[in-house]
Antibody, heavy 120, light 109 residues
């Protein structure tokens, strides 16, 4: 069974940093592209970043480019999102999700999410 | 960015047909493939993939769900609607960097 378990969320002050993790199991992690997708409270979905299976291709939404860094450790079956210069508008539930192929397409598997709250 | 527009809400009766529309600001077809996908999200849960590439039913999704359309106009149909289908539905394109529609909340009439 495919499982994606996010962790690392919490309350953080504006301007500070936070690192999220997503532990994958139930499939060969190194064969799949991965993504971070977020959902602000009561709002819709926003794709944040994507990384290909071998980390060769990385894509970011304009809203986080230059502040967030997506990475992965295939030996540990883990996806990361390093978030810096956090803003109140980054407050959201952050999901990790799997896609097929190099570029992100559809997201067949999602984790339960980890909540990030940016507030003083 | 490709903008996806959905109606905020749709009221439907059980056992009737629901049609949820999604309009895109640019053509999301390429080489005969529609890069349009649909998700269902219930409160407190992660989104669930229903339809990929316009009309392909995702694994484990009942045949009551279907997707259609091309170019800039797409539709998710639920026929017949069951009580368990009350949720918010999102469209998403992958022709360019992924973007989602604002969601359509399916409500009972």
């Amino acid at each position: 069974e495919v499982q994606l378990v996010e962790s690392g969320g919490g309350l953080v002050q504006p301007g500070r940093s936070l690192k999220l993790s997503c532990l994958a199991s139930g499939f060969t992690f190194s064969n799949y592209g991965m993504n971070w997708i977020r959902q602000a409270p009561g709002k819709g979905l926003e794709w944040v970043a994507s990384i290909s299976s071998s980390s060769s291709y990385i894509y970011y939404a304009d809203t986080v480019k230059g502040r967030f860094t997506i990475s992965r450790d295939n030996a540990k079956n883990t996806l990361y999102l390093q978030m810096t210069s956090l803003r109140s508008e980054d407050t959201a539930l952050y999901y990790c999700a799997r896609h097929r192929g190099v570029a992100p397409n559809w997201f067949a598997y999602w984790g339960q999410g980890t909540l990030v709250t940016v507030s003083s | 960015d490709i903008v996806l527009t959905q109606s905020p809400a749709l009221a439907v009766s059980l056992e009737q047909r629901a049609t949820i529309s999604c309009k895109t600001s640019q053509n999301v077809d390429n080489y005969g493939i529609s890069y349009m996908h649909w998700y269902q999200q219930k409160p407190g849960q992660q989104p669930k993939l229903l339809i990929y590439e316009g009309s392909n039913l995702a694994s484990g999704i009942p045949a009551r769900f279907s997707g259609s359309g091309s170019g800039t106009d797409f539709t998710l149909t639920i026929d017949p609607v069951e009580a368990d289908d009350i949720a918010t539905y999102y469209c998403q394109q992958s022709k360019d960097y992924p973007t989602f529609g604002g969601g359509t909340k399916l409500e009972l009439k």
